[in-house]
């Protein structure tokens, strides 16, 4: 069968910003109620699916908490990674760094070693199985305090050599990335990546925070650096990748409209930005759909798709000779 023309959706790209637990679509939801017993307060998926509908963040991560309490054993983690394995990899996703909650599964009983034996199961031959190259990124949940994330790090630390680098979620206001300078000063010591969420919901301050106290070397988010002309400098004179979502923004109500998203202005300033799904079942797409979206809401055209596809290349974790594949495959799709 000859290939499919590659569209602005279908471009070659990487994802940098997808936390697995919101790639659960409500069929794999039901679908693990069942094999596991649990009763699920829903009618049916399209009870769950009709609930998708947010006032802000916390509204969201209520839902996105009680739904992934169906994933117990590690072949639910599985099943879970090779769904949104083979959704992204249809939507042009060729190398995929992507986030867990350990905090989230610990607390309620299931362990760091099911959630990755889980997670490894799938990730481990992603490549062979869907052309997508993978990494993972265990975030701290920074509403659960900087005192719970040390000792998750602890743990984290004896697993290091299966993640690739930690993160920072949940909900944001009241909640700076500054508390949590000395977890992320030992992640860097034990040789991870950084990142962190920040500038969500929360002000250009916890920007700054992430880069000048935590050290990140992306900044997930990041739309509220467009309230801050100094700090908006700053990130483009450091080439500092932002992980912008704009399907999510909306949904979460960060922004009124697609059509009033700082993209633009971000993307105008300098900023190295790249596109992502955030919690693709939730939030109405995945990274394609988020690219779609762009064209038809703020006239992004072909080419300037192409450069924030090539930025999320450059933004990567990667080897430099995996970053030279992948940047012919965007020259080249
Ligand atoms: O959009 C998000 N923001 C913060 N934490 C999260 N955890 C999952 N999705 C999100
Ligand atoms: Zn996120």
Known sequence: ??????????????????????????????DRARRNGIAL????????????????????????YTGMNVLRQAEDFTALADDYLARAARQGVRHAEIFFDPQAHTTRGVSLG????????????????????????????????????????????EHSHRIIGVGLDSAELGHPPADFANVFARAREAGLHLVAHAGEEGPAEYVWQALDVLGVERVDHGIRAIDDEELVKRLARDRMPLTVCPLSNVRLRCVDTLSQHCLPRLVDAGVRTTINSDDPSYFGGHVGDNFEAIEHELGFGVPELRELALNSVEAAFLSESERDRLRGEVHSG
Do not use: N, W
């Not at 569209?7 to 637990?21: C, F, N, R």
């Not at 307060?41 to 996105?64: H, I, N, W």
């Not at 199961?121 to 990494?135: D, I, K, N, Q």
């Open 1 to 30: 069968m000859a290939p499919e023309t590659p569209t602005p959706s279908t471009l070659p790209k990487a994802e940098l910003h997808v936390h697995i637990e919101g790639a659960l679509e409500p069929e794999l939801t039901f």
């Open 114 to 157: 099911t959630v990755l034996d889980g997670l490894e199961a799938s990730l481990s031959s992603s490549r062979e199985r869907f052309g997508v190259s993978t990494g993972l990124i265990a975030c701290f949940l920074r509403d659960r305090g900087p005192e719970e994330a040390e000792r998750m790090l602890d743990e984290l630390l």
């Open 41 to 64: 307060p829903y009618a049916g998926v399209e009870d769950l699916r009709g609930r998708y509908d947010f006032s802000d963040l916390q509204s969201f991560l209520d839902l996105y």
